[in-house]
């Protein structure tokens, strides 16, 4: 069935170094979002992008959609061990991915910070 | 700002018997979501909601779940016979509608802090 792929599950790094994660998905998405959940806490979202090679930037966190639409990439410059949680892409797909409908979420990178 | 919330933040339940969960969802929004994650898991969508009626759900959303907006405020989940594997912590989320958005972008969904449920 279409899902999305993250990668890798677990990420621990040293304050200071850089952290990427990765998405794919098995089909083209309308858009893909990304949210992040601190251990214990409820999903936050980050940020959406919609165009085709798109890249945003929130301080030290760039965000990536690929040409095809069908990968994405999360990448924290610095790290801080505020930064420490789960970080989820997530799309609309299936039912022809409408604005309105189901998120599917991938499976979410969990970082880790060693100060 | 206005956000989401549930209750109970937790929920112990035998196992056969019948839970509610609740949710306010935040107050201008028209789209309702329920989406599970047992525990160290992904997040998995179960159910959306629209002018007081299921617009999509998941396989995980059998005849043992069911939804209702029973007023203006709040948006329930029942699950009527809980079994084990319900345990898991339920998220609620809500969206709005902004005329004129592009049809690829997607309302953003808000979640609440989740209910943790805990068959027996």
């Known amino acids: 069935g279409q899902q999305v792929m993250q990668i890798p599950q677990y990420q621990h790094v040293q304050e200071g170094e850089d952290f990427t994660t990765y998405c794919n998905s098995s089909t083209t998405l309308s858009n893909i979002q990304w949210y992040k959940q601190r251990p214990g806490g409820h999903p936050v979202f980050l940020i959406q992008?919609?165009?085709?090679?798109e890249v945003k930037k929130q301080k030290r966190l760039t965000f990536q959609f690929g040409e095809a639409k069908k990968n994405s990439s999360l990448h924290i410059t610095a790290t801080q061990t505020t930064d420490v949680g789960t970080y989820f892409c997530a799309g609309p797909l299936g039912a022809g991915g409408t604005s309105y409908g189901k998120l599917t979420f991938g499976q979410g990178t969990i970082l880790t910070v060693h100060p | 700002e206005p956000e989401v919330t549930q209750t109970p933040s937790h929920q112990v339940t035998q196992m056969g018997q019948e839970v509610i969960l609740r949710c306010v969802p935040i107050?201008?929004?028209?789209?309702f979501y329920w989406y599970r994650q047992i525990l160290g898991q992904k997040v998995e969508f179960l159910v959306s909601f629209y002018n007081n009626e299921i617009s999509e759900k998941s396989e995980i959303f059998d005849d043992q779940f069911s939804v209702e907006r029973p007023d203006g405020s709040n948006f329930t989940l029942k699950i009527r016979s809980t079994k084990l594997e319900d345990s898991a912590m339920y998220f609620c989320?809500?969206?709005?509608?902004?005329?004129?958005?592009?049809?690829?972008?997607?309302?953003?969904?808000?979640f609440g802090p989740g209910t943790r449920l805990l068959v027996l």
């Open positions: 107050s201008n929004h028209l789209y």
């Open positions: 992008l919609v165009k085709s090679g």
């Open positions: 989320a809500s969206s709005y509608r902004l005329r004129g958005r592009p049809v690829a972008f997607q309302e953003t969904q808000y």
